[in-house]
C-alpha cells in the first residue's frame, strides 16, 4: 500500500481536494463570485498533462463470427450456458 501511495503527487492531490472544498463553498449566495477565479485555477495551478482538444480517429475493431463462435463453444464447454 505504502508503495501506491507513494506514486501518488501528494502536493498535487492536496491542491485539488482544497480546489473541491473552496468549489463547494462557492454554492453559497455571497460567494458565487468566486466561480470564475475557482474555474481559472483548475485550468492553470491545478492542471497537470491536460488532453489537446482535438478530435480523433475513430478505428472500429474488426468483429468475426468464427471467434465469437469459439468463445461460445468454449463457454459451454466450461459449463456455462445462456
Known amino acids: 500500500m505504502d508503495k501506491i501511495l507513494g506514486l501518488i503527487d501528494q502536493d498535487y492531490?492536496?491542491?485539488i481536494r482544497q480546489l473541491?472544498?473552496?468549489q463547494a463553498l462557492t454554492n453559497h449566495p455571497r460567494l458565487t463570485h468566486y466561480k470564475k477565479e475557482i474555474s481559472l485555477r483548475y485550468r492553470t495551478s491545478a492542471?497537470?498533462?491536460r488532453a489537446p482538444v482535438s478530435?480523433?480517429?475513430i478505428?472500429?475493431?474488426a468483429t468475426s463470427v468464427a471467434a465469437a463462435?469459439?468463445?461460445g463453444s468454449r463457454l459451454?464447454?466450461?459449463g456455462f450456458s445462456h
Open 20 to 22: 473541491q472544498w473552496i
Open 76 to 78: 459451454r464447454l466450461a
Open 55 to 57: 478530435k480523433s480517429d
Open 59 to 61: 478505428h472500429p475493431l
Open 47 to 49: 492542471a497537470k498533462l
Open 69 to 71: 463462435r469459439l468463445i
Open 13 to 15: 492531490f492536496k491542491r
